[in-house]
């Protein structure tokens, strides 16, 4: 229809009231670590010592980058087909969903990102690219083999 809505007759105060309570809900919900009302943030590593690797017998050829809201797993990078038969119900779900909302499309070598996706934590990453039990820190290297434990560790 082309009839254009006016705008609802509210006192100011009540709209300042709304304004913030809705200030108070994002701060409640990025609290509890949701990012769901942050702007995407672009990733870009500084240098190429920045950049995560993973690469397996079983197809896994994944690059990515450690940052604070979490572990990045870039896009054109290869997660594995083949799970573990040991590979918890939890994370089986949790790539299905990636299948499901397209982030991750099956080629003729296996999962593909589709797009930059972050993951909560660099084992979270590391568990869905390789379909099997995985701890991050001891899975992703930098380009050198030092793994990302080794780069986390305080320097003394």
Do not use: C
């Amino acid at each position: 229809n082309n009839t254009t809505p006016t705008k609802s007759s509210i006192s100011e105060s009540d709209e300042n009231e709304m304004e913030e309570f809705i200030f108070n809900v994002k701060i409640l919900v990025n609290t509890l670590g949701h990012k769901i009302f942050d702007e995407k943030r672009e990733t870009v590593a500084i240098s190429k010592q920045d950049v995560f690797s993973i690469k397996s017998a079983r197809g896994t050829d994944a690059k990515g980058i450690n940052t604070s809201d979490g572990f990045v797993v870039f896009k054109g990078s290869k997660a594995s087909v083949e799970n573990t038969k040991s590979l918890n119900q939890y994370w089986l779900t949790q790539k299905q969903k990636l299948i499901d909302n397209g982030v991750l499309v099956l080629t003729d070598y296996g999962y593909e990102f589709t797009k930059d996706h972050i993951f909560s934590s660099s084992s979270a990453a590391a568990v869905v690219v390789m379909g099997r039990s995985a701890s991050g820190p001891m899975e992703w290297r930098l380009e050198n083999g030092v793994r990302l434990k080794e780069t986390e560790e305080p320097q003394d």
